[in-house]
């Protein structure tokens, strides 16, 4: 295709593409599919008229070798039989003697033979061989005649003298193809008033279907990133166009919250880099200079605010390679295994002081290993930094559900804190929780557990008290993934790590209420937690605490 014909062709919209090449294929399909009709009909035509022609003949001979009497001419004869054919329409008969027109039927005939130029000396001439002819006679004016010629012989013959008598009978081409014509004539009005309305068809049905597409493309024309609040309306299509435009909406959706995301990211790291570079300005602004203990002090100040500024761009950094879609590697690993090797882990963090039961469900759970350690010690941290006091670490299952928790005897979290403390530089307020990181130790944890499907959440520590179970000083932060169990307790492999204490942990009372969406997702009794029922009645000793101290748990 020429270069120049292409931008022409990129200028067509993809409705007029559609309903152009919609009515080219009409038009082409409906022309071939009736001249293919026309002409096998008018061959069929041409092949009748040839046929009649051979039963013109026919009747001619049977005439002439029938008679009742011997004929005494073939002037006779060829009389005898011009006059007793009946002339079809569109037909003509002629008896020429001796190079001349000389009979014709009774009944007038449609077609006067005699009466086309030249066509009587050409029969004369193509019969000179005593013998029949059968050809196609066309005149100037468009005429057409499909003839017969025959010597009529009669006694001795002569070869080399041409025949005296010559039978002769035609047919009006033009005539006989009349009415399959003037089919063809309605056909083609019909055809072009087809394609007509296949046209207006198509450009109505094509701009119904591609209106959602016109709808994208101003959309997202109008869309910039100061406004992404405007949708595509879908109504109640289910064509693929419509899922298109609920797909886009999607995809809308989604920028409009990485762009909120981001902007209050910016907006928070803002106002998390504003207080240290506050703080240092304003201490080097008022330092004396000629006192080196101020000096000192200001310097130690300065590298601390530092310090904390850099701890805030790694936590930034490894928030945003979680989101990288290669981050995590889902297998299958075992949960007990994991859980014992975190709380080892978890063992070697100053100041954490974590208690040796390894609570933990002995099951085979499709998670990342190294990044589930990574949340939870996360975990672990934030509760030495906040609860200063004994830390238990463990795991269970709830049907097909994974929780791992950490569980600390500190102050608690209010419950005006809980749904809003795993946000991005959200810092506890209470007691024993005002330290601060950066702020994003916690919003970590939940983009792990969002990674893998599930969420992070904290919950109120409980003890048990005279047989019942209360709500008692501490908390505990869960992670559940949701669907992460893959086998059974009968088909976990055995790893021989981490079996020296595995005791059961029932699930948090508070997991139903707090996530309902996972407990309905348990058929009853089918909790899964360590080697026990949901229902038993378990306890974890510790001899350091009281009955009423201990942290208590149930499903």
Not at 238 to 264: C, F, Y
Not at 491 to 520: K, L, N, S, W, Y
Request: hydrophobic residues 40%; without cysteine; aromatic residues 4%.
């Amino acid at each position: 295709m020429p270069d120049a014909a292409r931008p022409r062709l990129r200028t067509w919209t993809v409705r007029s593409r559609i309903v152009g090449l919609l009515t080219l294929l009409t038009l082409l399909s409906v022309f071939a599919a009736g001249t293919v009709a026309y002409f096998v009909e008018r061959s069929r035509v041409i092949e009748q008229i040839d046929t009649n022609l051979e039963s013109a003949l026919e009747s001619g001979s049977f005439t002439v070798s029938n008679a009742d009497d011997p004929w005494e001419s073939s002037e006779e004869a060829l009389r005898a039989v011009v006059q007793r054919l009946a002339p079809d329409d569109n037909t003509g008969t002629l008896g020429i003697v001796d190079g001349r027109a000389a009979w014709r039927p009774g009944i007038a005939p449609d077609l006067q033979l005699e009466q086309l130029p030249g066509f009587v000396d050409r029969v004369v001439a193509e019969t000179a061989e005593h013998e029949t002819v059968v050809g196609t006679y066309a005149h100037e004016d468009g005429r057409t005649v499909r003839y017969l010629a025959a010597p009529v012989l009669v006694g001795e013959v002569d070869a080399s003298q041409p025949p005296q008598a010559v039978f002769v009978t035609g047919y009006d081409v033009q005539g006989e193809l009349a009415e399959i014509n003037e089919a063809a004539r309605v056909f083609t009005i019909t055809a072009l008033l087809a394609v007509a309305a296949t046209f207006l068809i198509a450009l109505w049905v094509s701009g119904r279907l591609l209106r959602p597409i016109r709808r994208m493309r101003e959309v997202t024309e109008r869309s910039s990133a100061a406004n992404l609040d405007e949708r595509i309306p879908v109504g109640d299509g289910r064509d693929d166009v419509s899922q298109l435009a609920v797909t886009v909406n999607r995809m809308l959706d989604r920028l409009g919250g990485a762009l909120d995301s981001q902007r209050e990211l910016l907006r928070d790291v803002g106002h998390e880099l504003k207080t240290p570079i506050t703080i240092v300005r304003g201490h080097l602004e008022l330092v004396d200079t000629t006192d080196p203990r101020d000096v000192a002090e200001t310097r130690d100040l300065a590298i601390d605010e530092l310090d904390r500024m850099a701890r805030l761009v790694d936590d930034l950094r490894a928030a945003a390679r979680l989101r990288d879609p290669g981050a995590f590697a889902i297998r299958p690993t075992d949960l007990a295994a994991l859980t014992e090797q975190i709380t080892t882990k978890a063992r070697a963090i100053a100041g954490a002081e974590i208690d040796e039961s390894v609570l933990s469900a002995p099951v085979t759970a499709a998670l990342d290993p190294d990044r589930v350690t990574q949340a939870v010690l996360q975990l672990v941290a934030n509760a030495v930094r906040h609860a200063h006091g004994p830390i238990t670490v463990g795991s269970r299952a709830r049907g097909r559900d994974v929780e791992l928790f950490v569980r600390d005897r500190g102050p608690g979290v209010p419950d005006e804190l809980k749904a809003i403390i795993f946000e991005r530089f959200r810092r506890g307020e209470a007691e024993g929780r005002g330290d601060g990181g950066s702020g994003l130790g916690l919003s970590i944890v939940q983009l792990i557990a969002e990674r893998h499907g599930g969420r992070a959440w904290v919950a109120d520590a409980w003890v048990r008290q005279a047989g019942e179970e209360r709500p008692s000083r501490g908390s505990e932060f869960i992670i559940t993934l949701p669907g992460a169990v893959v086998v059974d307790d009968a088909q976990r492999p055995a790893t021989g790590v981490g079996q020296t204490d595995r005791t059961a942990e029932p699930a948090h009372p508070q997991a139903g209420a707090a996530a309902p969406e996972r407990a309905a997702a348990a058929p009853a009794g089918t909790d899964q937690v360590g080697t026990e029922p949901a229902s038993t009645d378990l306890a974890i000793t510790d001899p350091a605490r009281t009955d009423e101290e201990h942290p208590w748990h149930r499903s």
